[in-house]
Each structure stands twice: as structure tokens, then as C-alpha cells.
């Protein structure tokens, strides 16, 4: 155990500002400590380094009593960087990087020059200023400056290294570098990193433990995923939080919801504006909807405003269909970033547009269908076909209401079950296998809500939302495949 | 290996620096003690100074008048500015790196009004510490001028724990006007000598002769020994008190030491000859600008110049307006306020 916090408490004078603290840190760990402003986060560092006293418990470091160590034993074992250095005299970079030999230097005349020149030129590397060495550290910017005072700390060669807020006055490029070579120097060189961080993000991207304090007190010391949970996150903070996952890697991600006044009205869907040409139909809505769609524009959960299904001829064949469909857009002159796009051979003015208004929501259903490709998904193994040609059904499903994701699997799933169920009873057959088709072979799905108004859990087959979803669809499909059958704008039922 | 040349190189620039500097106080040695009412050939000189330590027969070539003039006048005359003006200029190196403040020097701080106040104390009551004898006057200084820095320090602190750069030398200057009325007050209750009260309280390194070189040269010595084994921690502490705790800087320790060893270079420069003003702001500040602010190098440098710069402006001070003599610290003054003006000027610009 590098260094071991035993139910410390301490802070200025009698003043007592973290209460009853116990950490332990481990060589390669990088613990983050997080709290609001005011929680001692400064002071529980400040007595970690020695710069202030613990009145009750004890700190060990190597299995040691802080305490014990003397001022320049103590600073070859840890290295601080603090939030914001200066001095008054114009030091060159170097000269700043060289100090950091100070606690290993034994006697007025150095022995060891050698040495600590090619140890200080090391760290200046690794910190990127070498290139700086020789100019005057106020001629830095504020980024590079922090990178400097950086080198002077793993000039020391600590074992562990404190960092307040390390990251505050550098730009997001050199945020992320300087933790993405913090934390290999965690792994290689056996380093210890407590950093106080900001950013609830960065500190669940980076730590492997986090402190959370609040008002002095340790409420939480765990891994990112454990800590930073929503409920308690949101209490320490005392602000509006959720937390979502990130897209790459296993950590959660925590966004700040903006508390808005905009009297969520019952009349979105109603001011869409929706414009169909045999080239393309536009829905326009005045706000975004979140959505997720499989589509070929803006697939997987997305905010968006603009949703456009555009008609292709039945060779349409490019390798990279976004790039081609981003370039329709362009010349278009909408902005592919507010759109989910789609594509069909089927004949767009043969789309069938559903709409139902219920007591506490509304529901816009639009399918079109091109049933060429149909398939049945229970068989299709037999076939040897692989490439898709377009022949599709398209469902778009709009949803006046607020859904948490759970309730958007579940209306993707109410919408599937209600189209294969309309393709059974139309009697849609696979030509290949010669059995009913449960769709084609390039279907898409979308399922957008406004996230105002009514608060649905759940969307699945014997909710409001769930029966209202897939009677629609049901409906809104048959009569597709039923205008694609070219039987006109007859209604079996 | 470019380490190793880029080392060689830098060491051998740094001795053409000391060299350079050590020739530059050498000639205002020479010329110090050259000029004046009556010229004097340099060659004279060197006769004189080596006949007196090395070897007799040198002296044979001088007339006894010049003799007497170069050994007893100007000799004593520009060793004593060059110890008080080497003291002056490393106290204040020493107050600027501890205070990481620029403007900090023993007559800003009020280190000087400090030791002023004491070395009147003694002068005009008389006082004489037993063991000390004649060693009272600089000692007495040296503690009043310590005292005077820690309340200094302290009064600072207790109103701005940043210490900022302005409010030290406020506060300093306070104290500094303080003492000087008890300084006035003490003269006017006296009465007699003013004029040469006041000549000695303005600054002024002549006709002090050998006995206030010898009294000065002990404290000179232990402070320069002293400062000079604290200048790695004088550079980490030019980055603030915390950042030196973090580089494992022994603050208590060192404190004590820095500071003590300032107030004996202060004190015992003041004993001698009156506060002298400016010396200690003047001198770093140009030596950081030409070879920048490293304490290894600075203090020493700070040193000689400081020490050839009094030479000359004592030089200026009795030859400007001759016979009459000006006191040094108005030439001290002249250049110190500028610079002074300047530094701040450029504080603002940062």
C-alpha cells in the first residue's frame, strides 16, 4: 500500500473541513476525488501533501507515518501540481524543470549533474515543452505553463503524484492528453495519481476509484460505475443529472438536464409540415425528437428535427450510401446533421399516413412499402442471398409524449410485432421459400417522441401507448402493402 | 554527446560572466579610490596596497601624503561602500525571492528604518551591551532590523494572506515613516550634532576608516555564507511557499535562516553607514535582466555589482558638486526611484 488515509479529519487552525477520510491507493491506481465546491476536496489534498496537518487519525505512507518523513524525504515519494503557479522573475523553462531535482540533491555542490540533466531533458519530453526549454515560462500560454509545472513534478520522480483541478486552464485537446499520458504513466511507471477533477466525465473516463465528498464528508469511494450513480450524484450536486452510458467504452457518462419553462403544448405533431414529392417526402417538425431508427441517416438514438424517406429506382446501388445520401442533402441545401433519412423503391404517394389522437397523447404513423424483397425471417437461412437490393417498408412512428429508452425498445418492438402481423394477414410471400414474408429484406424502423408532455414507462403491447402503436401500424401497413399490390385505396378489414 | 557540450558551453559562459564582473568592480575599486580632490595614478595605487599587505620596499615610490590618502582615506572609504553596497544588494536579492516580490528591499521592507532606529538608540544614549562592547552598535541594529522585518512580514499577512506585492511594501513604508518619526523625535530631544545625524541618516560611507570595515566584514561574511547555501531554496521559493513545501523545501527552517541572514547584511550595512536606500532594488533587478534570475548566480553577482555600485555612487556623491559632499543616498535615490517606477510599470503589464 503506497499511501493509506486512516479516518482522517482535519483542516485550517481548529477549523475542521474534511471529517473522518479513509482512502488507500494503491501503485497504478488513479483515484479521482469529486465534490461541489466547498466539500474540502483542496484541503484533503493539502493534508495528503503535508501542507496541512491531520488533527485526528493518521496518514501512512510506504507503511510509514506521514508525519515522519521530512520535508525532502516526503518530496521524493510525492509531487504536486498545483492550479496555478507564478512567479514574479522571468525563470526559463528549464531552470523551473531543474528545481524539481531539489528534493534529491544532498549538498550545495550537486554530484549527480549528469544524471539530473538527463532526467529533467526526460520529463521535459514527456511533458511535450522540451521544445520550450530555453524561453521565459510567462511567454507560455496558460496550457503550456501547467505542462511545465507538470515536468517540474515528475522531475521529482514521485511515486505519487497530487494534481488540483489539472486540467483547468488547458483546452479540450490538451485535457485529454495530458490524462491519456497520466494515466500511462500510471501503468508504466508503477505511479500513483490522486487528482481533484472537475469534470464528472473525464473522472469517470479516467479513474479507477473515485472519492466523492460532500461538505467534508467521504459519501462514496468506489469504482465510476458504482459512484456515479444518478440519484446520489444528483444529491451531492444538488443538480439535475442523468446518467447515460458511454458509447465506447464500459464507463457512464453523466449529462446536466437545462431546466426550461416552455409550457409543453399538445399540438407538436399537429405543426409538422409535411411536404411529398415523387423525389422525396420531408417531415419538418418544430422542435427535435429524440429517435431511434435504423435508418441510413442518423441511425441508433439521435435528436432530430427534420426526416426525409426518398425515393430511389430499384438498381440504386452505391458502396458508401450515407456519403451519396449526404450529397443529395447538400445539394438539397438541408443540413444532414437535424436529418434521419431513409430510402424506398416504393412509389412515395403511395404512403399511408395514420394519425391518432388519444386523451393524453398523439401518434403519427407513416408506412410506405415495397414488398419485392420480402422475406420470411424463419426461413430465410435457406436462401443464398446476400446482398440487399431495395424493396422495403419503411415505418415511421411518431409519439407526442415523453418515453425513457426502455419505453422506445418497446414501441420498436409493438411496431415489428404489428407489421409482421399485417404481412401475414395480406398473405405477403417470400418468393424464395414460398412461405409468409415477415418483412423485406431492408426494412426500416423509426420511433420518435417529443419528450414533453405525458411520462410513458412502458410501450409494449397491452399499455395506451403500446395498443395505440401497433393498431396504427397494423392498420398503416396493410393498407401500404395493400396500394404496393396496386389494389387500390381499398380497406380489407 | 550534445549533453555534455551544451554543459561545457554553459559552464564556460558562466565563468567569461564572472570574470567580466569580477575585472568591472576591480576598476571601480581602482578608479574609486583615484579620484577625488587630488588624482591619483593607478599604478600609485597598486604600489600602496601591495606595499602595505606584501612586500615594503613597494612604498618607497609613493610620497607619504599619497600613502595616507590611499591607505587611511580612500582605501577604508571604498572597501566600506563596497561591503555596505554588496550587503545592501544580496539583502534585497534575498527579501525578493523569499517574498517572490520584485519591489521588496531592505529600505522598502523598513528593514532599514528598523536597524536605523536601533543604531540611534545607541548611538545617543550611549548604550554599550556588556561582552559586546563596540560590537553593540551593529548587533543592536541587526535585532531591530530582524524584529522590524518579522512585524512587517507578520502585519502583511494578517491583512492580505496572499502577500501581495503592493501591500508589503505599504506596509512596509508604514513602519518605515513610523520609525523615522521616532528617529526625528529622538534628534530633536538631543539637540546637538544634527546636521551630522542627519548626514549619517541619509547614508554616507566616508570617513569611517578600517574599524567600520573590520565591524562590518564578520556580518558581511556570515551573511553571504548563509545566503549563498540557501539559493536553491531562494529559487523555489520565488515560486511561492507552497510550491517550495511541495519541492521539499525545510520552510521553517530556511525561513529563519533567509531572513535572519538578510537582517544581519542589513543591519550591520545600516550600522556603519546609515540607511542607503534603493542599493538592494536597483542592483538584482539589473542582474536578472542580463542573466537572469537563477539564485545561484544571482546572489553572488548581485554582490560585486551591488558592491560596485555604491563605489560609484559614492564617487558621484563627493565629486559632483565638489568640495561639497552630497549624502550617498541621494545619488542612491536618483537612480533607485526610476527603476522602481519601472519595475512596478512593469508588474502592471503582466
Not at chain 1, 510506504?62 to 518523513?69: A, C, D, K, P, T
Not at chain 1, 540533491?105 to 521544445?131: G, H, L, P, Y
Not at chain 1, 488547458?170 to 504513466?185: R, T, Y
Request: proline letters at 4%; charged letters at 15%; a positive charge.
Amino acid at each position: 500500500m503506497l499511501l493509506q488515509l486512516k479516518n482522517v479529519t482535519g483542516g485550517y487552525n481548529d477549523l475542521e473541513i474534511v471529517k473522518n477520510i479513509s482512502i488507500s491507493v494503491m501503485k497504478g491506481q488513479f483515484l479521482g476525488i469529486l465534490g461541489p465546491n466547498g466539500s474540502g476536496k483542496t484541503t484533503l489534498l493539502k493534508i495528503i501533501s503535508g501542507l496541512l496537518p491531520a488533527s485526528k487519525g493518521e496518514i501512512f505512507l510506504n507503511e510509514r507515518l506521514l508525519s515522519s518523513y521530512s520535508a525532502k524525504t516526503r518530496a521524493r515519494e510525492i509531487a504536486v501540481l498545483p492550479q496555478k503557479t507564478e512567479s514574479a522573475f522571468s525563470y526559463r523553462v528549464k531552470e523551473i524543470v531543474a528545481l524539481g531535482r531539489y528534493p534529491h540533491q544532498t549538498s550545495f555542490f550537486q554530484t549527480k549533474r549528469m544524471e539530473d540533466e538527463q532526467i529533467i531533458n526526460e520529463a521535459m519530453k514527456q511533458t511535450k515543452v522540451f521544445e520550450f526549454k530555453d524561453k521565459f515560462l510567462h511567454a507560455l500560454s496558460g496550457g503550456e505553463q501547467q505542462r511545465v509545472m507538470l515536468a517540474q513534478a515528475l522531475a521529482q520522480q514521485p511515486k505519487l503524484l497530487l494534481l488540483d483541478e489539472p486540467t483547468n486552464h488547458l483546452d479540450i485537446s490538451f485535457q485529454i492528453g495530458l490524462l491519456n499520458s497520466l494515466k500511462n504513466w500510471v501503468k508504466q511507471k508503477s505511479l500513483a495519481v490522486i487528482a481533484i477533477l472537475h469534470d464528472l466525465n473525464i473522472a469517470s473516463l479516467y479513474c479507477d476509484q473515485i472519492l466523492l465528498l460532500e461538505e467534508g464528508r467521504q459519501i462514496a469511494l468506489n469504482k465510476p460505475s458504482i459512484v456515479m450513480e444518478e440519484v446520489q450524484l444528483a444529491k451531492v450536486y444538488k443538480t439535475a443529472l442523468k446518467r447515460n452510458e458511454h458509447p465506447i467504452v464500459p464507463k457512464p457518462l453523466i449529462t446536466f438536464l437545462p431546466t426550461s419553462d416552455d409550457g409543453a403544448t399538445r399540438n407538436i405533431i399537429d405543426s409538422f409540415s409535411i411536404s411529398q414529392t415523387t423525389e422525396m417526402m420531408v417531415i419538418h417538425s418544430p422542435v427535435p425528437f429524440k429517435t431511434l431508427s435504423s435508418a441510413v441517416l442518423g441511425a441508433g438514438f439521435s435528436w432530430k428535427r427534420i426526416f426525409i424517406n426518398r425515393h430511389v429506382p430499384k438498381n440504386y446501388h452505391y458502396d458508401d450510401a450515407q456519403a451519396e445520401f449526404n450529397s443529395f442533402l447538400t445539394a438539397k441545401k438541408i443540413n444532414s446533421a437535424e436529418v434521419i433519412g431513409m430510402m424506398t423503391a416504393a412509389n412515395l404517394e403511395k404512403a399511408v399516413i395514420v394519425e391518432k389522437k388519444e386523451s393524453n397523447f398523439s401518434l403519427l404513423v407513416i408506412v410506405t412499402a415495397g414488398l419485392s424483397n420480402a422475406v420470411d425471417v424463419s426461413r430465410s437461412y435457406f436462401s443464398t442471398e446476400t446482398k440487399s437490393t431495395i424493396g422495403t417498408i419503411n415505418t415511421w412512428v411518431f409519439i407526442e409524449g415523453n418515453l425513457p429508452e426502455a419505453a422506445f425498445v418497446q414501441a420498436l418492438m409493438t411496431a415489428t410485432e404489428a407489421k409482421v402481423k399485417a404481412l401475414h394477414d395480406e398473405e405477403v410471400k417470400d418468393p424464395v421459400t414460398q412461405t409468409i414474408a415477415t418483412g423485406t429484406s431492408t426494412d426500416c424502423t423509426l420511433i420518435s417522441a417529443s419528450q414533453t408532455g405525458t411520462h410513458f414507462d412502458y410501450a409494449g403491447t397491452i399499455t395506451p401507448l403500446g395498443k395505440t402503436i401497433g393498431h396504427a401500424v397494423y392498420e398503416a401497413t396493410r393498407t401500404a402493402i395493400q396500394r404496393d399490390k396496386g389494389e387500390g385505396n381499398v380497406i380489407k378489414h | 554527446m550534445p549533453n555534455l557540450f551544451i554543459l561545457k558551453f554553459s559552464t564556460n559562459k558562466i565563468i567569461v560572466r564572472y570574470v567580466f564582473s569580477v575585472i568591472f568592480l576591480l576598476m571601480a575599486l581602482l578608479v574609486g579610490i583615484a579620484l577625488g580632490s587630488v588624482s591619483i595614478p593607478f599604478y600609485q595605487i597598486i604600489m600602496v596596497i601591495l606595499g602595505k599587505t606584501v612586500y615594503t620596499p613597494f612604498l618607497d615610490h609613493v610620497e607619504p601624503m599619497l600613502q595616507n590618502i590611499i591607505w587611511n582615506i580612500r582605501l577604508p572609504r571604498v572597501l566600506l561602500a563596497l561591503f555596505v553596497g554588496g550587503s545592501l544588494a544580496l539583502a534585497g536579492a534575498a527579501f525578493q525571492g523569499f517574498l517572490k516580490n520584485p519591489l521588496a528591499d531592505p529600505y522598502t521592507l523598513g528593514v532599514s528604518s528598523g536597524a536605523a532606529f536601533g543604531a540611534v538608540i545607541v548611538l545617543f544614549f550611549g548604550v554599550t551591551i556588556p561582552l559586546l562592547g563596540e560590537m553593540t552598535l551593529p548587533i543592536v541594529a541587526i535585532f531591530s532590523g530582524f524584529i522590524t522585518l518579522l512585524f512587517v512580514i507578520t502585519f502583511t499577512k494578517v491583512i492580505n494572506r496572499q502577500m501581495a506585492v503592493e501591500t508589503i511594501i505599504l506596509t512596509g513604508i508604514i513602519f518605515s515613516s513610523f520609525l523615522g518619526s521616532f528617529i526625528s523625535l529622538m534628534i530633536a530631544l538631543t539637540g546637538e550634532e544634527l546636521r551630522q545625524i542627519i548626514n549619517w541618516l541619509m547614508g554616507s560611507v566616508s570617513m569611517r576608516g578600517f574599524e567600520y570595515v573590520k565591524l562590518q566584514l564578520p556580518f558581511f561574511i556570515a551573511g553571504i555564507l548563509i545566503l549563498l547555501f540557501n539559493s536553491q531554496e531562494l529559487n523555489a521559493l520565488s515560486f511561492g511557499e507552497e510550491t517550495a513545501k511541495h519541492l521539499g523545501v525545510n520552510l521553517q527552517t530556511r525561513k529563519i535562516l533567509i531572513l535572519l541572514s538578510a537582517a544581519l547584511l542589513t543591519g550591520s550595512a545600516v550600522a556603519v553607514s546609515g540607511t542607503i536606500g534603493f542599493v538592494g532594488l536597483v542592483i538584482p533587478h539589473l542582474v536578472r535582466m542580463l542573466w537572469g534570475p537563477d539564485h545561484k548566480h544571482l546572489l553572488p553577482l548581485a554582490c560585486i555589482y551591488g558592491g560596485a555600485f555604491l563605489i560609484v555612487a559614492d564617487l558621484l556623491a563627493r565629486t559632483i558638486i565638489a568640495p561639497t559632499e552630497l549624502p550617498i543616498g541621494v545619488i542612491t535615490a536618483l537612480i533607485g526611484g526610476p527603476v522602481f517606477a519601472m519595475i512596478m510599470f512593469q508588474l502592471r503589464k503582466v
